[in-house]
Each structure stands twice: as C-alpha cells, then as structure tokens.
C-alpha cells in the first residue's frame, strides 16, 4: 500500500474517489464516453467512515480527490469537507470547473481556505471564447473565466490552470487568447499556476472525436494502435476556402471570413492523455 501513497507539502497523501462522472457535455472529456454523463457518488457517511478508517491503517493527513468534479453535489461537498476537517485532514481537489467557482459564494471560497483545502486544479483550456464555447462546449466565456479566476488569487489556495493547445479549427489569433490568458493567471498571483499546456487529444467517443472522424481523421485503430502511438494530436492551420482539404469547424459560424481550417492527426512525442475537468 505505501507505493500507492504520495507526499504533498511533506504530508502523507491518500487518493481517494468520492465520485465518479459529470452531469456536463464538454466536447472533448472522456466523461461523456465513458460516464455517459451520469454522476454517481458515495454517501458522506460511507466516505467519511471510510477516511477514517483508512487514515488509522495508513497515517497520512492529506486526501487527494480524484472526483470528475468535486462539486456536483455543492453541499454534499461542502458537508463532506466539513465533516473530515475534526480528523486533521488537508486536501487537494482535482476535479474543479470555472462553472464550479461560479456557484461558490465568497463565503465559501473562505471555507474552503479554512478547512484545508491547499489545492484545487481547473481545466481553463483555452482563453478565445469560439473556441471555449464552440469547440470545447465549454460553460463561460473568456470574460467569466477572467473573473472567476480573479477571486481566486491570493488566496491560501494553490491553484492550477490547464490549458489545451491543437484543437481543431483553433486558429493563430485564438492561440495566442489562449497564451494571454495563461499569462495573465501568473500575474500578480503567486498561488496561480500553470503546470501544463497540454497539446489536445481526440479522445474515441468524444463528441470531437466523433466530428474529425466524420472528417476523414485517420485515427489508429484498434487498442494496440492506440497503444503504440506516443501521442495524437490534430495540428491546424488557417486556409483559404479553396484550399481547404478539409470541411469547416464545428459550425459553419465557427471560421472566420475566408479562413477554413485544416488537420491532420500526426503521432508527437509525450502527448499528455487529457480526463476530466483537469487532466491530471
Ligand atoms: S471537462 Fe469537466 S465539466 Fe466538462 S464534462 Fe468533463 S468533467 Fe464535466
């Protein structure tokens, strides 16, 4: 058991899943494939005996939770949080959506600070608002992200960013709202990070996937195909309509005035696999 163990601030960290799948419909998650959208969760009684009993066999003092997005449940999550804080616990939350921040009052933002929640991970991906809402089927413009993250800095919170790049029919300038926003997370704010630009991954059974796919994306085939392959990534570029080998984005309003786009599926190196809110 201790292998599976990790260490976080010098403390002994447990993984741990609450819950499992998202009620939501992003365009590239693994969730709408797998969880087929449907949210399940241990009851808080279940959990909390659970962590206690786990904590006396293993001795550690933070939880890692693995849930899809911690706050499905705002106040199970909220009551569960409360209820471990008397074992001494500390925790970091994988699973949190810019639409997850929007629905905690400030108040509850203090909470969290209060009964140890030392880091939580956002899956911003991408910071043009075509893209966010368009491709991604993301909730909230660039604008709302903007403002939801600015409650967070300076905060006790450490809090990590994630961003997607490659995505299809993304286009140079759409890129580059993308970088800005990943810069304007550092700045001013030592508890804002961002660990990872990820190149994105058409994930099989993901609306994306299903969409390139009806565009003649030659993606492997097969599990062992998939298992070879270090990395798929879809690497766009800006066309003219009559150069275009390839149909247009997700909407026909998606591309703007002359520009079509193009993709091809190439294998890169080290292509981090995307899940959920965050990544990992
Ligand atoms: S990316 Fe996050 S919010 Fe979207 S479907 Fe997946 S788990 Fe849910």
């Known amino acids: 058991m201790e292998r599976y163990l990790g260490l976080f601030r010098g ?11 998202c009620p939501h ?10 969880n087929r959208r449907r949210w399940r969760a241990r009851g808080a009684d279940r959990v909390v005996d659970e962590l206690e009993s ?5 001795d550690f003092s933070s939880v890692y939770f693995l849930d899809d997005d911690f706050f499905i449940d705002k106040k199970r999550a909220m009551d569960l949080l409360r209820r471990l804080q008397r074992f001494g616990l500390s925790f970091v939350l994988q699973g949190v959506d810019i639409r997850t921040i929007a629905r905690l009052t400030d108040d509850e933002l203090d909470f969290l600070e209060r ?14 608002d075509r893209v966010r809402t368009e491709v991604l089927r993301k909730w909230g413009s660039s604008e709302v992200v903007r403002q939801q993250l600015a409650r967070l800095k300076r905060r006790r ?18 890129l580059q709202q993308t970088i800005d926003l990943a810069l304007w997370c550092l700045k001013d704010a030592e508890n804002l990070r961002v660990p990872q630009v990820y190149n994105f991954v058409p994930y099989p059974g993901t609306e994306l996937h299903h969409e390139l796919q009806l565009r003649g994306f030659d993606f492997p085939r097969g599990l062992d195909a998939w298992a070879t392959a270090t990395g ?17 984005g997700p909407s026909s309003s998606a591309s703007s005035s002359t520009a079509r786009w193009t993709t091809t599926v190439s294998a890169v190196p080290s292509c981090a696999p995307r899940t959920s809110c965050t990544g990992r």
Do not use: W
């Open 11 to 21: 403390k002994r960290m447990f993984f741990y899943q609450s819950s499992r799948g």
């Open 115 to 128: 009964v140890g929640v030392e880091r939580i991970s956002i899956g911003v991906e991408s910071g043009a």
């Open 54 to 58: 786990l904590r006396d066999r293993y």
């Open 157 to 174: 919170i450490l809090v990590l960013c994630t961003f997607m790049v490659g995505l299809p029919s993304e286009r140079p300038d759409e």
């Open 25 to 34: 419909r992003c365009a590239y998650c693994y969730n709408t494939a797998v």
């Open 232 to 248: 798929i990534t879809t690497s766009c570029r800006p066309t003219t309509r009559s150069a275009a080998t390839s149909s247009s």
